[in-house]
């Protein structure tokens, strides 16, 4: 049976993006996170706001080490090429124009947590489990560690990968992992409604045209000849 990893859901003009990986605990797959790049390539117009959030009970439970074995990629070249198409598609989410929402639950491992931080407004269920477990396996801390230490500071960073140390929703709290929590199962989109519609249709108001993003033009010096990282829906 060919499941949609992705489903996209319009409600009024909030865009909900749902990974639809429960069976893998939503671990990234080069076809998910190329399914992602993809939705905002259609993103409609007039969008207030993205929420990202996942069917089943963990937001992502690192990388499909199986899809990348099957793709080859211990070969440390086509690592490398993979390693940068998804950051191409975390840029997209960072610096797309449209102010983006994760909701975050259960595990939050590894590159999940490399997603998850591209996003401008991080909002943990109680359930949330926040680690960074490679170190401890004797393995390469690739996932997880490129944006984070500009959220944490390096320090913080080192020391959460040398020891492995979890954290749950409240403590991802304090260390800015997160912004809010909520309830487990509540929904996100009132709280996106609530928090996102004034100041998102201040912007649009005064942003008459759209970032083209999917030119040639790079994410990066679109958005470093723009006054504003976040012109809205237009």
Known sequence: MNVKLLLVKRQEDIVVLTMNRPNKRNAL?????????????????????IVLQVAGEDFSAKLDVIDLIDA???????????????????????????????????DLIGGGRELATAAHLRVS????????????LGIFVGGGSVRIPSTLGDLCVIEIMLTGHSHDAEASLQLGLSHYVLDDG??????ADNHLRAPCDFV?????????????????SVIKSESSGLMTGV
């Open 186 to 191: 509540a929904s996100a989109y009132p709280f």
């Open 72 to 106: 080859g990629t211990p070969n440390p070249v086509l690592f490398m090429r993979r390693s940068t198409q998804w950051h191409r598609v975390f840029d997209l989410i960072q610096f797309g124009g449209v102010p983006f929402v994760s909701v975050l639950k259960g």
């Open 204 to 220: 649009r108001a005064r942003a008459p045209r759209r970032l083209k993003l999917h030119g040639g033009e790079s994410t990066r």
């Open 29 to 49: 797959s080069n076809a998910l996170v190329t399914a992602l790049e993809n939705s905002f390539a259609r993103l409609p117009k007039g969008s207030l706001c």
């Open 125 to 136: 269920e109680r359930s949330v489990f926040v680690q960074l477990p490679e170190g401890q």
